[in-house]
């Protein structure tokens, strides 16, 4: 395909979709959903088969059933909006063109559970949006009142930590402690912000939410495949004759993705993320993009056969060396293992049999770290060095 | 009750037990690093991890509570695959040099390695060089032995609320730090040793005085005399391969001789002293409070004995120096008449008398390098401090088998005591203690308690108070006649916190106060052995009563070597001599 | 689960703790770093201990507390950055300010560190400086954005 053959393409397939970028009255849609009352929102989400946007993939329905059988003096919402993924740049672009929505998915999710008090986690890489989101919700703030809704938003800054996009770790974070995860249970839901039932929601999750509630749990759910319901706004970057936003059904197969945005030399695709998974050409065919095949947060970078994956691989384990919280065991001392390992396997100081070892570290990692990262930290490491033995050893 | 599986044999537990109980319950064991029993729970070091049904993830046993159904294996396979690799990598980032470390043989780590048979270390070693922090008197930090548990630093928050100790960085180069990386010397650290208690491994050890206390002994010119305090004699015991509770004041008394002291006294000597000097002056803060109306008294009065709590209030509530008692502690008292009064008596040159204290106490090393306590000279009143557990380790090294000594008595003059003067070791006990006395010096009566034990002074509860009317008073005293005197005990800084600022809220109001920096009071303190836990001060608690039932003379003003002291040399409590050497002033810090 | 060691009801010190991280972002924009002096007005204010102030901050990245220029530029370093040339622009600005990677100009303008991933991987190479973002970047534009700040400094100073 040529690349406009390409464009033209995708164009076709994002019209199967469109719903995170496209105008919405806003206040007709509260409106609406104040009339469908907190049961009804509720089992509209439900019903569409939503699940969380920001890589975790919990049903967001149930998350905020589970937050609106709490008895609390105060629940809160909070937007994810640390979007730290490497790979990842949606949450920005919609909180940049679409914050009156993400607004609007919170006051749904505050009708929906009780809570009366949002808060944006906006990661500090973002701060230039700080202006412009403080106006928008001031905007929304007077439709709320004019809705006689009680709720209300409030930006807080991140300060660099990726690990604070974990909703027990920004939770701590806003509490004004280092950004550490908690241990779960219990979980947010029950026990979040000042041990509150608190509902954290990344940013297009919640504005899914509002479009669900805008066209129906059908209008969602006819999209994409059974386990993996919906559209996906996906971050494609990397060695890609098209980069950018798009957003596109969730269960197509990895070929036809690449075949869309790839550059002819497509040699792997990390899906997800530096927490996610390296799939090499060989398994683009068999490799489905969603909850029932490999999830996504929407990170997607291609690689093509110019690239060492030596290297690549080595970017990602600096990258968690750096960014782990350090508190357990397995995450802050394992992330320097296997780190240090290729690097002593690739000079030469340990012999090839060192990377099976250090492959039983990453499987020891993924089950025994308090939190999904330090989990999460064996699916580049596993899928990288298993599918490109001789690039990590030779 | 909640019905889980456990190793495939189904057992009920109460709701909201952790694994780790429920384990324990069932006679398993699961190795821990990061939990304490002291401590909330943290669920770091992820050495706990077990198996539970329908989880793809190993979980911690000490954060996980139980659910119904639960079914929970502690001995899979891939849960000993799992400890063994969170072992390897602790001590990959562990200074291995255990040959020559102080916790050698009692480390936490050392005993996993040894239990999981980790033989060959696979994984590279982080490098971590050496980083020794000797800036402190009383506690050594080297972060090189450090494994991130963060016992220390819940200690330093939780238990004494002073934060000394903080986790700094993240990532690779997250560690246990004071503000910005100053000396521990330098920080508002109270040296209490609570932290160097609860750490697993070596990487928090007191600064020891072995070497040095092992030259004074061995130099024929210097009379090296030591002092006991009273909660050694219920602890030494468990260093030595005794029960915890084994009273073994006997035995330690005769090791002490055979280590080649010249004389061996007894602190508790000099906590009877303090209680002469701190009663009365309770009783003329009183009398110039209440009969003589002085805006320039303070109360409530708080026992000064405790020299992390001295050193606490001065960072903290410096406002509140006024309120502590100037007496000094049963140490520094000690240290002052044995360079005088003693050194008189027994016709030795004071410049060859050496003092040594053995204290279960690491701040109490910090207090003797305090400049105003150095009465005779320049050099200080208590030469050297040591821990029971530096001194256990010199019974050990002396080769002497502890258990089969026989017991014999303290020296006399500075080595007579009562009971009053040994529950000091327990938190309650210088209250006890005072008003055994204060009582009968100002009703001519003993204290309305059997046998004279006022047990709602005693327990473990964090904050206890109570009121002691006063009545029938005799003539001197009668402007106490009718007063219900209002006192209070606490514990733990934590605890200690808590009771200045209901004071200062206008909440709480009392006329004295004991304070102890540790949990328990000293028996709890710094320098016992490790591990010290609930139970094990239960045991140095109900032994430090026993020792008080024992004892023939149960009240501090019938020490009759007390009596003898103030005869020939003080003259008279709060008198001259008194306060050129058994008083102190504060420094706010 | 915590024993009755703990006193009840006071937790941990600092019950305004939320407020912590406000204030230390506030300084860090004013100055772009912390000094032991700004986190020990902080711990007052806030009834907290001063090394915990100082563990927090130095979780966050951002949160500076080693002297720092006027202004901070953030490189990102993260995978998408590095495949597209960020080494070359990290030499570019290395050259230009006379300084490495992680240190601060002489006359204290410029600090130069590395950043993870700031959400650009599809216009990378990218940097902020302070809080204003450049993509896209090559050693010509970057040389450009340089020179303009270094002239807007000059003509303010």
């Known amino acids: 395909m040529t690349t406009k053959e390409k464009w033209t393409r995708l164009q076709q397939q994002q019209g199967r979709v469109r719903m995170i970028f496209e105008e919405v009255d806003c206040a007709a849609l509260l409106r609406k959903a104040i009339s469908l009352g907190q049961e009804s929102i509720i089992e509209w989400i439900e019903s569409s088969g939503l699940r969380g946007r920001g890589g975790a993939g919990f049903p967001t329905g149930r998350k905020w059933r589970l937050a609106a059988a709490q008895k609390a003096d105060r629940k809160f919402v909070i937007c994810n909006a640390d979007e730290g993924e490497p790979g990842t740049f949606k949450d920005r672009r919609i909180l940049e063109e679409q914050a009156i929505k993400v607004c609007t998915g919170m006051a749904l999710c505050a009708l929906a559970t009780g809570a009366r008090e949002g808060i944006i986690y906006l990661r500090a890489e973002y701060s230039y949006l700080l202006t412009s989101l403080e106006e928008t919700i001031q905007e929304f703030h007077l439709l709320l009142k004019k809705l006689d809704l009680p709720f209300d938003i409030v930006i807080r800054s991140g300060s660099g930590a990726y690990v604070c996009g974990e909703e027990t770790a920004l939770i701590e974070s806003l509490e004004g402690r280092r950004g550490e995860p908690r241990n779960k249970p219990p979980f947010p839901v029950e026990k979040g912000l000042h041990g509150f039932p608190t509902v954290v929601n990344n940013v297009e999750t919640l504005v899914y939410c509002a479009m669900i509630i805008e066209r129906g749990a059908e209008a969602f759910r006819r999209l994409g495949t059974k386990d993996s319901q919906g559209g996906k706004v996906f971050s494609v970057s990397g060695d890609a004759d098209i980069e950018g936003i798009f957003e596109l059904e969730l269960g197509m197969s990895l070929a036809s993705f690449v075949d869309l945005f790839g550059d002819g030399d497509t040699k792997a695709v990390q899906v997800g993320g530096s927490s996610g998974h390296c799939v090499p050409r060989k398994k683009f065919d068999e490799t489905v993009i969603g909850f029932e095949g490999t999830p996504t947060g929407g990170s997607m970078m291609l690689f093509n056969s110019s690239r060492s994956m030596y290297h690549i691989l080595h970017n990602y384990l600096e990258f968690f060396e750096e960014e782990s919280c350090g508190q357990c065991t397995p995450c802050r001392v394992g992330c320097q293992q296997l780190l240090r390992g290729i690097e002593a396997i690739k000079k030469g100081e340990k012999d090839a049999h060192y990377l099976q070892e250090l492959l039983r570290l990453a499987r020891t990692m993924s089950v025994s770290s308090k939190c999904g990262l330090g989990q999460s930290v064996a699916n580049p490491f596993i899928s990288i060095a298993q599918n490109f033995r001789e690039e990590i050893l030779y | ?589 | ?157």
Not at chain 2, 224 to 251: D, H, M
Request: hydrophobic content about 35%; proline content about 5%.
């Open chain 2, 1 to 589: 009750m909640i019905r889980i599986i456990m190793n495939g044999s189904p057992m009920e537990v109460e709701e909201g037990t952790r694994v780790l109980a429920a384990a324990q319950d069932a006679g398993v064991r699961i190795p821990t690093l990061c939990y304490h029993k002291d401590l909330c729970v943290a669920g770091n070091c992820r050495v706990c991890l077990v198996e539970v049904e329908g989880q793809r993830a190993l979980q911690a046993a000490c954060a996980l509570p139980v659910s119904e159904g639960m079914t929970i294996r502690t001995n899979s396979a891939a849960v000993r695959a799992a400890r063994k690799h969170v072992i390897e990598l602790l001590l990959s980032e562990h200074r291995v040099d255990c040959l020559k470390c102080a916790r050698n043989g009692n480390c936490e780590l050392q005993n996993l390695a040894e239990e999981y048979r980790v033989e060959e270390r696979e994984f590279i070693d982080l490098g971590l060089e050496r980083s020794l922090d000797r800036s402190s008197p009383s506690i050594e930090k080297d972060d090189s032995k450090c494994i991130r548990c963060q016992r220390c630093v819940r200690t330093c928050t939780e238990l004494q609320r002073i934060s000394a100790l903080t986790v700094a960085h993240k990532g690779s180069k997250m560690r246990v730090d004071t503000f910005f990386g100053n000396p521990l010397g330098d920080v508002v650290c109270s040296n209490c040793g609570q932290c160097v208690s609860r750490c697993p491994t070596g990487a928090l050890v007191e600064r020891s005085s072995i070497d040095s206390v092992w030259s004074a002994l061995d130099n024929p010119k210097l009379h090296v005399v030591v002092q006991t305090a009273p909660a050694v004699r219920v602890s030494i015991g468990e260093e030595l391969g005794c029960e915890p509770g084994k009273r073994a004041t006997g035995q330690m008394v005769t090791a002490l001789r055979r280590l080649g002291f010249d004389k061996v006294f007894d602190t508790d000597f000099t906590a009877d002293l303090t209680i002469i000097e701190e009663g009365h002056e309770l009783l003329r803060r009183l009398k110039a409070k209440l009969l003589d109306h002085d805006e320039n008294t303070v109360l409530p009065m708080f026992t000064s004995c405790s020299p992390g709590w001295v050193k606490f209030l001065e960072h903290q509530f410096p406002e509140h120096l006024e309120n502590l008692s100037t007496c000094k502690s049963p140490q520094q008292m000690f240290g002052a008449l044995a360079k005088t009064w003693y050194a008189s008596q027994a016709q030795v040159d004071p410049e060859n008398v050496v003092v040594v204290s053995i204290m279960p106490c690491t701040a109490k090393k910090f207090e003797a390098d305090r400049p105003e306590m150095r009465s005779v000279g320049a050099r200080p009143d208590v030469d050297h401090v040591l821990t029971t557990r530096e001194l256990a380790r010199m019974i050990r090294q002396s080769g002497f088998d502890f258990g089969k000594l026989e017991e014999q008595a303290y020296d006399t003059l500075l080595g007579t005591s009562t009971g009053a003067g040994v529950i000091f070791g327990a938190t309650g006990g210088v209250m006890e203690a005072a008003l055994r006395t204060a009582y009968e010096v100002v009703t001519g009566r003993p204290v309305p308690f059997r046998n004279l034990e006022i047990l709602p002074v005693r327990g473990m509860e964090g904050i206890r108070e109570a009121v002691i009317p006063i009545e029938g008073c005799l003539p001197e005293w009668s402007f106490l006649e009718g007063v219900d005197l209002r006192i209070a005990i606490t514990h733990g800084l934590a605890n200690a916190w808590e009771l200045i600022e209901g004071i200062k809220a206008g909440r709480l109001s009392y006329h004295f106060i004991e304070v102890m920096a540790c949990p328990g009071g000293c028996l709890g303190g710094g320098g016992q052995p490790i591990p010290t836990d609930m139970e094990i001060r239960l045991e140095r608690m109900a032994a430090i009563y026993e020792e008080d039932r024992q004892m023939p003379l149960r009240k501090s003003h019938e020490n009759p070597d007390v009596q003898r002291l103030y005869e020939e040399f003080l003259k008279e409590p709060l008198g001259e001599k008194s306060h050129e050497l058994l008083h102190t002033h504060y420094t706010a810090r």
């Open chain 3, 1 to 157: 689960m915590c024993t009755k060691l703990i006193p009840k009801g006071s937790g941990e010190p600092g019950a305004g703790r939320e407020a912590l991280l406000p204030r230390l972002q506030e300084i860090h924009r004013q100055k772009r770093w912390l000094d032991a002096d700004d986190l020990l007005e902080v711990a007052r204010d806030l009834k907290l201990s001063p090394a915990i102030v100082y563990g927090t901050a130095s979780f966050y990245s951002f949160l500076d507390t080693e002297p720092r220029g006027k202004h901070i530029i953030r490189i990102c370093r993260t995978i998408g950055c590095y495949m597209k040339g960020k080494d070359e622009i990290i030499r570019t600005i290395e050259v230009r300010l006379k300084i490495r990677l992680g240190e601060t100009t002489r006359d204290g303008r410029f600090s130069f560190l590395a950043a993870n991933c700031m959400g650009w991987c599809h216009k990378g190479p990218a940097m902020l400086i302070d809080e204003e973002v450049f993509t896209e970047l090559t050693p010509q534009k970057t040389l450009r954005i340089l020179d303009e700040f270094i002239r807007e400094r000059k003509v303010r100073a």
